[in-house]
């Protein structure tokens, strides 16, 4: 029973296309990240949504996109891809707002060529 | 603003011997602090956490981690590193007041000899 699942798993594409990015969670939790990890494996969060209502944006370019439709998902929508936007994409869930751990999926790992 | 220091980009120990993975952390009020595990391909494992209390906290998979407040520090230390101990590792500073968003240190990538 996977925790945190991420799809897709690998994710290549070309400069200028439109992404998304899967993530949903069957621990019960009301809160749901983005992080992005550079190639430099360099982790910054990127949003936060609790009871499905953002919570954190980070100095994030506008073509990203997060959409929470339940507490369970948070997908994460890409446009313009850009060269810059390589990297691996985390989605992690925590219960609250508190001081609990975060649990991690697997990743996507986004090339552009 | 937290932040979080990982001096040690890379470690290399020998099978058996022991470890300490260092961590140095700024903020401004009590810290919740982490570290995780990233194997190659896989997202990251909690190890273990410190919330209040007792300042020598218990992990998983043997792994043991001391918060010290007068140095800003929380060190990760194993008594008897296995070679399944390779991989990269995050120390982690939480942000009650900011939506329990965390902040990561660079990581340390451990190699364990044979």
């Known amino acids: 029973d996977t925790a945190v699942s991420q799809t897709p798993k690998y994710l290549v594409t070309q400069m200028g296309n439109d992404k998304s990015i899967k993530c949903e969670q069957n621990?019960?939790?009301?809160?749901m990240y983005w992080y992005k990890q550079d190639s430099k494996k360099f982790l910054k969060i990127m949003f936060s949504?609790?009871?499905?209502?953002?919570?954190i944006n980070e100095t994030v370019p506008n073509r990203f996109s997060p959409k929470s439709p339940d507490k369970a998902h948070l997908n994460l929508h890409i446009n313009s891809l850009e060269l810059g936007d390589s990297a691996v994409y985390f989605c992690?869930?925590?219960?609250?707002?508190?001081?609990?751990?975060?649990?991690f999926g697997d990743g996507t790992r986004l090339s552009i060529l | 603003a937290q932040s979080v220091t990982q001096p040690d980009i890379h470690i290399t120990v020998s099978e058996g011997a022991s470890l300490e993975l260092r961590c140095n952390y700024s903020?401004?009020?009590?810290?919740?602090l982490f570290w995780y595990v990233q194997s190659p391909g896989q997202g990251l494992q909690l190890l273990l956490k410190?919330?209040?209390?007792?300042?020598l906290v218990q992990g998983i998979k043997g792994f043991e981690a001391e918060f010290k407040r007068s140095q800003s520090s929380f060190n990760l230390r194993k008594p008897s590193v296995h070679w399944s101990d390779a991989a990269e590792y995050f120390c982690?500073?939480?942000?009650?007041?900011?939506?329990?968003?965390?902040?990561f240190g660079g990581g340390t990538r451990l190699m364990v000899k044979p």
């Open positions: 992690a869930s925590s219960q609250g707002l508190s001081n609990q751990p975060q649990h």
């Open positions: 621990l019960g939790h009301d809160t």
């Open positions: 949504y609790n009871n499905k209502e953002l919570i």
């Open positions: 903020y401004g009020a009590t810290p919740y």
């Open positions: 410190y919330f209040s209390g007792d300042t």
């Open positions: 982690a500073v939480g942000a009650l007041n900011a939506g329990n968003m965390l902040t």
